[in-house]
């Protein structure tokens, strides 16, 4: 460090958590949602011939996938919820260096 800059430190009390990242449990709530669709589509009996599978099933993801987008954030908030309830407060230097040049 040169002479001319200048360094100011300062002492802060933070909270650190391990927060769940809500995209992933949105995303993968929706495959959930497809394949549960997928599966009771498959398994519920007859499908009308003139409409087919694909659009039965294309129906029903209308239905599914924002079943298991909102069953993922559910579970994601409580997991979200519960890092909370673990958090810890520690102390950490914030250091700002000023250089003349800038």
């Known amino acids: 460090m040169t002479e001319q800059s200048r360094e100011t430190d300062t002492l802060t009390e933070v909270r650190v958590r391990r927060a769940p990242r809500l995209p992933v449990f949105l995303v993968l709530g929706a495959v959930l949602g497809v394949l549960v669709t997928l599966i ?13 599978f694909g659009a039965t099933f294309g129906y029903f993801c209308l239905y599914g ?10 579970v994601g908030l409580l997991l979200d919820r519960r890092s909370q309830r673990r958090s810890r407060i ?3 230097e914030h250091e700002q260096v000023e250089s003349p040049n800038s």
């Open 90 to 92: 520690v102390t950490a």
């Open 40 to 52: 009771v589509t498959a398994t519920a009996g007859h499908v009308d011939p003139r409409v087919g």
């Open 65 to 74: 996938v924002p079943a298991g987008v909102v069953i993922g954030a559910i």
